[in-house]
């Protein structure tokens, strides 16, 4: 039986402009869309047929109810999400030319989530943690909650996941306690996803090699580097590769990384542990997490564009050319 996936941190409801570029035109419409980094990531591994928990909080309003149907619909397990008296979280996002978006985060109840009661009635056996939430590490609940399962995760050795999933809009204003916390969550993890810029901004390396080494430094085993069309650089504390993308037409990038992540965790969950991957299992599973990612990447809405495995066996991708 495939591990368990458990994903901490924010849900939250994405209204999406349906104009592309330039959102001020007074009759644009924004669509409501389920998102927030970990229950997309959760969302696509239930997707794909593994499994997959979330926790964190959300509104004790149609929004938060909303929110947990929908990824119940996506079977996940929502057993420890909280329903509190604050409004659920919004974010409003606004798609470029490229497909790339921008965000404005009107924050709310995912920082009061707690997770005492889950580490004593669950705990984490046979279980994978990922820990990619765009909001966890501001002041709250949430962070202290966030810090404390990845703490006792490490003490189980269970395997540790972890997205920085950096948002300029929540940290422009305090990138060295962002950085400082990443650290932090890079000394205990075993597996890295970033994308191109945040190795950038993490590492204060510009060159791909260096950027790496500076994470497997910290002990991490494995790291993923998503470069949108120029693929995803794979490297391991012996290996490194680049393994080429999939040829799309971008529409929204919202939840992309998300997407590969939940797949690559996906895939993962099968194996006993990361170390019993070989080297050219992770080139699969990144190729396979690149497929996914490219689904996304061709509709409105993360969660809403997620496919199943089977959608992906039956589509014939092309390589992007470099």
């Keep these: ?70 990824l119940e619909k996506f079977a996940v397990a929502t057993n420890h999400v909280q329903q509190v008296n604050i409004p659920t979280t919004l974010a409003f996002v606004t798609i470029q030319d490229d497909g790339e978006r921008e965000f404005v985060f009107n924050r709310g109840a995912d920082g009061e989530f707690l997770v005492e009661e889950f580490i004593t009635a669950a705990g984490c056996s046979n279980s994978i943690c990922h820990f990619g939430s765009a909001t966890a590490f501001l002041e709250g609940k949430l962070k202290t909650s966030y810090f404390a399962l990845a703490e006792h995760c490490a003490s189980k050795d269970m395997l540790l996941s972890f997205d920085p999933n950096y948002r300029a809009d929540l940290w422009q204003d305090d990138l060295p306690s962002f950085i400082d916390m990443c650290n932090t969550f890079f000394k205990l993890s075993d597996m890295v996803k970033v994308s191109e810029e945040e190795l950038q901004l993490l590492t204060g390396e510009y060159e791909m090699e260096k950027g790496c080494g500076v994470i497997h430094g910290y002990g991490v085993k494995t790291i993923f580097v998503t470069r949108g069309s120029n693929g995803c650089y794979l490297s391991t504390q012996q290996n490194a590769t680049t393994v080429p993308a999939f040829k799309i037409n971008p529409v929204d990038t919202t939840g992309a990384g998300d997407a590969f992540i939940g797949a690559t965790l996906f895939k993962l969950s099968s194996y006993t542990s990361i170390n019993a991957m070989t080297f050219e299992n992770l080139v699969e599973t990144v190729e396979f997490a690149q497929k996914v990612s490219a689904y996304v990447c061709e509709k409105l809405g993360a969660m809403t564009a997620l496919p199943t495995e089977y959608e992906v066996s039956r589509r014939q991708f092309q390589i992007a050319s470099s």
């Excluded at 009759?27 to 997959?52: D, S």
């Excluded at 004790?60 to 929908?70: I, K, R, S």
């Design 1 to 70: 039986m495939s591990k368990n996936v458990i994903c901490i941190g924010e849900a939250l409801i994405d209204f999406v402009c349906t104009g592309i570029g330039d959102c001020d035109n007074p009759t644009e419409v924004y669509l409501k869309k389920p998102g927030g980094a970990p229950a997309n990531v959760a969302a696509c591994i239930g997707r794909l047929g593994g499994r997959a928990e979330f926790l964190g909080a959300v509104g004790n309003d149609a929004f938060g109810t909303y929110l947990v149907g929908e």
